[in-house]
């Protein structure tokens, strides 16, 4: 059986110390930006990972809301088209 001395044991107590990682910014992170608690834990390739699914999975969302909103969005466009064509007719006139 091996014995750790004192020094040693302080020694992998203070390198413990400053590299263990802490829950709360883990959190933080996961709240704040939903993929960075990944890079933090030094899960890089997972976090890439997620980093691509996340954009993929906005780029979705933001299709599906267009299947909403499009129909009203090419209204009010053709409507500021038309209201434009008829301003520039009354000056022309």
Do not use: H, P
Not at 64 to 72: H, K, N
């Amino acid at each position: 059986m091996t014995v750790i001395s004192d020094q040693r044991r302080i020694l992998i107590e203070t390198q413990f110390g400053n590299r263990k990682k802490s829950t709360g910014i883990a959190y933080l992170l996961l709240i704040c930006t939903g993929v960075g608690q990944n890079f933090y834990l030094g899960r890089t390739g997972r976090g890439i990972l997620q980093l691509l699914l996340c954009f993929v999975a906005v780029g979705v969302f933001w299709i599906i809301c267009d299947y909403f909103t499009l129909a009203g969005t090419v209204r009010k466009m053709n409507s500021e088209i038309y209201n434009q064509l008829t301003l520039d007719a009354l000056r022309e006139s």
